[in-house]
Structure formats: structure tokens, C-alpha cells
């Protein structure tokens, strides 16, 4: 069903921007979505707690219905209405990371409808700290399902002009609080094993889980290819995501080796007429001769690099490029988060820049 979608400007501030809540907040009551910024990326928001707003949310993004929901709440103890048990290392990761990043899967109440689960008996839950998010969360019932923003498949929103490209006429309403900090979906982190278990690597990364409750788990859907008839842990990964109508690929290896290797990949599909790009970092985007270069950000700041991800991916659909090559970028902190998605981006498309071509 066709709808108007309005954008309304937020400011993170309860005074000014007490209209657009109590406005999103009617939408959200009544079993509508809105659209609202976090610190990771956008969310299109619908009630938890109802299973209509779920079914909503999974038509309005094309979503498969067994890809499960997370609930975003906005203060701690309200994780205790929707989980049926709270282990010592959630209350230890909720303490140090949440408001923030870190989303955990536990046992779900039966509050929690399974339309909103994808038909599972656990719920993943994330407390943002982005204000913004915060204060729709408690002007609108208080949990919130919000997957990103973005229509299934494509690459997450990181503005609201992002949120328009997918969700015009799906949704009434668009909150519009600026670029988004983080620029990549939260970590995800299993609790309800012997030992805790990553799902989704982000920002909050796996030293930072040590740190906190000592070992934990991989979960191997996140290194590899997934078969679509297993059951990974975390529905969503096995998935298509985030990929360009051009092909892309990731050159891997030592820097040096990947900037020649791309060049002479581009000269052969310039004498073909192959209209290519190249994603690149502010350090070595001079050094490529292809139809477009674009950089991502700097290698000396790698959150500049997981800022800018999805936006580059939708940049590449305007410039209509029928091959992208993009450099790896293995940082030390969020390389795996940021690869993570680039491997699907890619689909799991890898050249070695040692190997010769002939
Ligand atoms: P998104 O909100 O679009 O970033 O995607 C949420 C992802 O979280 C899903 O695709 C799942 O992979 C994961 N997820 C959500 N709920 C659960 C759950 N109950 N168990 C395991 N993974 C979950
Ligand atoms: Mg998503």
C-alpha cells in the first residue's frame, strides 16, 4: 500500500523535539513505523509487542520472515519483561557496553510475540545510546522492534535521504538526525550457550568482549559461506546483504601488491569497454586509473572506514559501474566488523593480488 512518507527533523533534545516523539509515538501505538536514527545505523521501528507491527516491518523491508527482529529498549531494567533469564555475563556485557553497540540474544518472555522473533523462542535485545532513538524508545511504549532501515538486501542506512531511497511510500514517517556515528550494525553476542558466542561482529570487537567475560565463541556463519538450508545462529547471516548492482570484488594481500594488482585488472577492463571503480582510502586513491575512485575513508582512522561502508555501496548503484574492486581492509579493531559485511557485499568474491592473472 502506497503511503506519503514525511521527513521530520530531530535534534537529540527533549524540548525541541517533543512534537516529532509524541507524534512517532501515536504512529508506533496505533501499529504504524517510523524510521529513526541510532548510533549504528538507522532502524525502521515498529511496536515489539505487537505482532501486526512486526508483520509490517518484514513487508515493508521485503524481509525473509525467519530473519529475526532485534527489540531496542531504553533503560536497563525493562530487559527483564522481555527475557526469561538474565545471566551474570549479560548483566557484566550490560554494564559495560550498554547504552551502546552491543546487542544480546537471550531467552525470550512470552511477552515477546514470535512474529517479532522469526518464530524463535529467543529475542535479541540493544539499549542505544543515541538520543534520538532513546527518547522515541520511551515516548513509544518503551520496546521497540527495529531492524535497519534499509529495504532487504541492500546496503544499511546511514541517512535519512538513504531511508527515503528504500522506504518511500512504505512507511508515513521518516526521523532525520543527521549522518549516523558508527556507520555499522552493532555486535551481536549469543548468552544463551554454556559460554558466550559472537554472532555479528561490530564495533564493541572480540577483545573488548574478553575483557569483559573472558573467552567466547565464533560462530562460524561469521567466517564462512553459509548454507542456506543449515540454521546459523543468526538467521540473518545467511542472507544475501548489502550488495551493488555491479560486481564487486575484494583484492586481498600486502597494500602494494593490491594497488598494482587493481590497476592492472582496470587496464584490462578498460580495453574492453567495462566501466569500472575502485574503492579506495584516502592514502592511496591517487595511485588508480579507473573510470571512478572513490575513497572510504583513511586507513589511519579505520572509524572513518566503517563510517563511510554503506554509503560508498549506494554510491556505486548512482554511478552505474558494471565492476568494483575494493582494497581489504583488515584494521586492527573493526577490520573484522568492517569485512564481515564487504565478504558479503562481495559475495564472498576474493582475489589474491600474489597470484598472477594470465
Ligand atoms: P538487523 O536488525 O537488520 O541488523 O538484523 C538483525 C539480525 O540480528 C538478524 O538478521 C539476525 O541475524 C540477528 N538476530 C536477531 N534476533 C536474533 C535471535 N533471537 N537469535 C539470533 N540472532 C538474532
Ligand atoms: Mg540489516
Redesign the pocket.
Known amino acids: 500500500m502506497q503511503m506519503e512518507t514525511k521527513i521530520v527533523k530531530a535534534y537529540g533534545d527533549p524540548v525541541r523535539d517533543k512534537e516529532v516523539m509524541s507524534e512517532a509515538g501515536l504512529i508506533i501505538r496505533s501499529g504504524g513505523l517510523v524510521a529513526i536514527p541510532t548510533e549504528t545505523v538507522y532502524g525502521l521501528a515498529g511496536d515489539a509487542l505487537n505482532p501486526d507491527s512486526s508483520r509490517k516491518i518484514y513487508s515493508a523491508k521485503g524481509r525473509p520472515s525467519d530473519?529475526?527482529?532485534?527489540v531496542h529498549i531504553s533503560k536497563t531494567e525493562d530487559v527483564y519483561k522481555i527475557t526469561d533469564s538474565f545471566p551474570e555475563e549479560a548483566e557484566e556485557l550490560a554494564r559495560e557496553f550498554w547504552p551502546g553497540p552491543l546487542?544480546m540474544?537471550l531467552p525470550k518472555s512470552s511477552l515477546v510475540p514470535r512474529e517479532t522473533?522469526?518464530g524463535?523462542d529467543?529475542?535479541?535485545v540493544r539499549m542505544p545510546v543515541n538520543p534520538i532513538a532513546s527518547e522515541f524508545i520511551s515516548s513509544s511504549g518503551g520496546f521497540i522492534a527495529?531492524?535497519?532501515a534499509n529495504r532487504s538486501g541492500r546496503p544499511?542506512c546511514t541517512t535519512a535521504a538513504h531511508v527515503f531511497e528504500d522506504m518511500n511510500g512504505r512507511i508515513p514517517l521518516i526521523i532525520d538526525g543527521g549522518e549516523v556515528g558508527i556507520g555499522i550494525?552493532?555486535t551481536?553476542v549469543?548468552l544463551t550457550g554454556n559460554k558466550p558466542c559472537l554472532?555479528?561482529p561490530g564495533i564493541i570487537n572480540v577483545a573488548m568482549l574478553n575483557e569483559v567475560v573472558g573467552d567466547v565463541d565464533i560462530d562460524p556463519s561469521i567466517e564462512g559461506i553459509v548454507d542456506r538450508d543449515a540454521h546459523p545462529?543468526?538467521?540473518?547471516?545467511k542472507y544475501k546483504h548489502y550488495a551493488p548492482k555491479g560486481e564487486l570484488y575484494i583484492v586481498r594481500g600486502d597494500l602494494i601488491k593490491v594497488t598494482e594488482k587493481i590497476n592492472s585488472l582496470v587496464s584490462v577492463n578498460r580495453s574492453k569497454n567495462i566501466k569500472t571503480a575502485v574503492i579506495a582510502t584516502d592514502e592511496t586513491r591517487d595511485v588508480y586509473a579507473a573510470d571512478l575512485v572513490v575513497s572510504v575513508g583513511r586507513r589511519s582512522d579505520e572509524a572513518s572506514i566503517a563510517h563511510n561502508l554503506f554509503s560508498v555501496l549506494r554510491s556505486m548503484d548512482e554511478e552505474d559501474v558494471d565492476i568494483i574492486y575494493t582494497e581489504e581492509f583488515d584494521t586492527p579493531n573493526i577490520g573484522p566488523a568492517i569485512m564481515n559485511r564487504l565478504v558479503r557485499a562481495a559475495g564472498h568474491k576474493i582475489i589474491d593480488s600474489s597470484l598472477r592473472s594470465e
Open positions: 530473519n529475526p527482529l532485534i546487542t540474544v522473533t522469526g524463535l529467543t529475542v535479541a527495529a531492524p535497519s544499511s550494525e552493532s551481536i549469543d554472532l555479528r545462529k543468526a538467521p540473518g547471516m
